[in-house]
């Protein structure tokens, strides 16, 4: 453990370097982000990830999403997973990447309802009926009541 961690400081002090000499540098950044979330530091590992999202468009930011959405389930955080997913479907709407973090996140009590309602969406939009049935399934079993139910017109 003691030499992982020395090769992981030695790694990240290396990834410093490069981005005091090439600030911008996506491979960098994301190297440093792997090995700050490694070391735990999950918030510094995500803000790189965002400055590098921020760079990016069309695929490569929702790629970018996607990476901030595996961090946030690798960290333990479902619910910003669950945003970062979201936000990378609003740019590539059938990312197949942000789709699997939220089917992933389907069997997590606390992104359930929420992951099944925007794969419900997706699913709707792209003409998949048999996915989106899987999902209404799971939003009439988390919703609350049956006013909750009644307010989903495909639940209907």
């Known amino acids: 453990a003691i030499v992982k961690r020395r090769l992981n400081n030695g790694g990240a002090d290396l990834q410093r370097r490069i981005l005091e000499l090439i600030p911008n540098h996506g491979g960098a950044t994301r190297a440093l982000a792997r090995l700050l979330q490694e070391q735990g530091d999950l918030d510094a590992a995500v803000a790189l990830l965002e400055k590098d999202r921020d760079a990016a468009e069309g695929t490569d930011r929702a790629a970018r999403e996607v990476a901030i959405a595996k961090t946030f389930v690798a960290g333990g955080r479902p619910q910003s997973a669950l945003a970062a997913a979201k936000r990378a479907l609003e ?16 069997v997590v009590p606390e992104t359930r309802g929420r992951a099944a309602l925007i794969l419900e969406e997706v699913h709707a939009a792209n003409g998949n009926p048999e996915k989106r049935a899987a999902v209404l399934d799971v939003i009439i079993a988390t919703a609350a009541s049956r006013d909750d139910r009644a307010r989903h017109p495909a639940a209907a």
């Open 91 to 106: 740019v590539v709407s059938d990312d197949a990447d942000a789709l699997a973090v939220l089917e992933d996140l389907l």
